[in-house]
């Protein structure tokens, strides 16, 4: 899979379980640690886990596998590592707290209306 279509499968799947806020970051032009970040939150723990759940399980069924999934023990921050697209889902009060988009406020927001 391309960085579109993972893009696309990420964004269409949150927004499909109900995630709030959906950003899209282009981030390649700051830093190594990734071309883009997908950023988004859940209304709850269990929300939160159910959306990182389901983008895993979806990109799994097209052979794209996580790197490495971090938070997955608590629901505030789930981070999902695809190599060149990290996703982070947050719980809206850690969103508010660490606030990426201030951090890599640098980057390109991507709008993600071609996603859905």
Known sequence: ???EEILSAAVKTLDTK????I????IKDLTIIADYFIIANGTSSTHTRSLADELEFRLKEQGIEPRQVQGNNG??????DYSDVVVHIFNKEMRDFYNLERLWSD??????????
């Not at 980057?107 to 859905?116: F, H, R, T, W």
């Open 75 to 80: 629901s505030n921050w789930i981070i999902l």
């Open 18 to 21: 109900k995630a709030e806020d």
């Open 1 to 3: 899979m391309t960085q």
């Open 107 to 116: 980057g390109a927001e991507v709008d993600i209306s071609k996603y859905l």
């Open 23 to 26: 950003k899209v970051i282009g």
